[in-house]
């Protein structure tokens, strides 16, 4: 990824960030964390990662809700870019952070193990 990708990808992490938590009243989005963007070279998609407070059933929820408001979002992200494009958003989970509490776990669990041996 180019450094300029980088830097868009970023900046709309950012925005799209503050836009569901000032602009979003789906309550389907509630508790929901942009964690980090991809972008396609050429500008014109963007998928945005995300994580939910809550279980399955609130994760797809949020999920449907971004979807839904994907055009809105990405008109209001078109207002703060200076670039030919707005990319297409998509909106996915975030499983890494769901992977590296999972891990944490195991290790706890093989250090009181270890420990009471």
Same mark, same amino acid.
């Given at each position: 990824?180019?450094?300029?990708? #980088? ?13 569901? #938590? ?10 929901? !964390? ?48 200076? !670039? ?5 958003? !998509? ?27």
């Amino acid at each position: 990824m180019s450094e300029r990708t #980088q830097k868009v990808a970023e900046n709309i992490r950012e925005k799209v960030s503050e836009i569901i #938590q000032r602009e979003i009243k789906d309550p389907r989005v509630g508790f929901v !964390t942009v964690t980090g963007a991809e972008v396609t070279p050429d500008l014109r998609e963007a998928k945005i990662f995300v994580t939910v407070l809550g279980d399955v059933k609130r994760r797809r929820e949020a999920i449907e809700g971004l979807t839904s408001a994907a055009g809105f979002i990405r008109g209001e992200l078109g207002k703060h870019m200076r !670039t030919k494009y707005t990319p297409h958003l !998509t909106f996915l989970y975030d499983e890494s952070v769901d992977k590296g509490m999972r891990i944490e776990r195991l290790i706890s669990k093989v250090s009181k193990k270890e420990a009471a041996e």
